[in-house]
C-alpha cells in the first residue's frame, strides 16, 4: 500500500473597497500550509470587483506551488469561486463557448480560464468556509486581503 500523501492546503480570500465602482481598490490574500510551512501572499488592483479579488486570490495561490500533480484542499468563503468548482460550471461555458445560462459572455473569463489552467496540473479539492466565523487561517486570508487594499498608492505591490 502506498503512503498517504499530504495535501496543500490553502486558504484564500478577496476583498473590495467601493466594489465595481471607478476608482475603487481590491485586495487579495491566500495562506499556504504544507508540512508544518507557512506561506503568505497578498496583492491588490483598482478598478476591480469583489468576485475577481476573490478568483484572484485562488489562482496566485495555486501559481506558488511548484511542480505538478499535487494534492491541495483549497478553502474560501466565496459560493462564486467554490460553486463554479463543486458544481464544475466551467465545463457548461467552455461548451457553450464561454456565453452563460442567458447566452451572455461569463463574466471574468479571462480569470476562470487562468484558474482552471493552474487547477488542471495538480487535484484540487474545493471546501466552502464560512466567513468571518473565527476559522484562523481564514481570517489571516481575509487581513492579508485588507492589507493589500490599504497598500495601493498608485503602484500596487506584492
Known amino acids: 500500500m502506498a503512503p498517504e500523501r499530504e495535501a496543500v492546503t490553502i486558504y484564500c480570500d478577496g476583498a473590495c473597497s467601493g466594489n465595481q465602482f471607478k476608482g ?12 508544518g510551512a507557512i506561506k503568505e501572499v497578498r496583492g491588490g488592483a483598482k478598478n476591480t470587483s469583489n468576485q475577481r479579488m476573490e478568483l484572484t486570490a485562488c489562482i496566485e495561490a495555486l501559481e506558488c ?10 478553502h474560501s468563503d466565496s459560493a462564486y469561486l467554490v460553486n463554479g468548482m463543486q458544481q464544475r460550471w466551467y465545463e457548461r461555458w467552455e461548451k457553450n463557448g464561454w456565453l452563460n445560462y442567458s447566452r451572455k459572455p461569463v463574466e471574468n473569463r479571462d480569470l476562470w480560464e487562468r484558474l482552471l489552467a493552474v487547477v488542471r496540473r495538480h487535484r484540487v ?5 464560512a466567513g468571518h466565523s473565527g476559522v484562523e487561517q481564514n481570517e489571516r486570508a481575509d487581513e492579508l486581503a485588507r492589507l493589500a487594499i490599504s497598500e495601493i498608492n498608485g503602484e500596487m505591490r506584492h
Open 24 to 35: 475603487n481598490r481590491g485586495g487579495w490574500g491566500a495562506v499556504l500550509l504544507y508540512k
Open 125 to 129: 479539492v474545493f471546501r466552502k468556509v
Open 65 to 74: 506551488l511548484k511542480g505538478e500533480g499535487l494534492d491541495v484542499v483549497v
